[in-house]
Nanobody, 128 residues
Framework: QVRLVESGGGLVQAGGSLRLSCAASGRTSGRTYDSLAMGWFRQAPGKEREFVASINWSGGSTKYAESVKGRFTISRDNAKNTVWLQMNSLKPEDTAVYYC?????????????????WGQGTTVTVSS
């Protein structure tokens, strides 16, 4: 599996910004990072994991959950094997553990079941 390591989480006040990073290494099914779609998911305490954003293999197509559209931006640099999630205008309801994931479905699916490599997560806490 592709190994994914997230970073960039922390404590921020409502209205602030954070930038999450996810560094990838290795292969899955013989495929390298630059052929995989990447996604960000989050799980708040006591809630199920939910889709946040995804980006296709080339970076030319992105998808967002309605709750973050216009505030979050996903991007990637295949030369650096890295995907980012820029989070602006953060709200307390954005508090969660954020997970980076890789999918062999290169279009960037929104269902977690279509991702087969996951990072360990990074915690984002937004105070009111």
């Amino acid at each position: 599996q592709v190994r994914l390591v997230e970073s960039g989480g922390g404590l921020v006040q409502a209205g602030g910004s954070l930038r999450l990073s996810c560094a990838a290494s290795g292969r899955t099914s013989g495929r390298t990072y630059d052929s995989l779609a990447m996604g960000w998911f989050r799980q708040a305490p006591g809630k199920e994991r939910e889709f946040v954003a995804s980006i296709n293999w080339s970076g030319g197509s992105t998808k967002y959950a309605e709750s973050v559209k216009g505030r979050f931006t996903i991007s990637r640099d295949n030369a650096k094997n890295t995907v980012w999630l820029q989070m602006n205008s953060l709200k307390p309801e954005d508090t969660a553990v954020y997970y980076c994931a890789a999918s062999e479905e290169s279009t960037g699916p929104t269902f977690g079941s279509m991702y087969n490599s996951w990072g360990q997560g990074t915690t984002v806490t937004v105070s009111s």
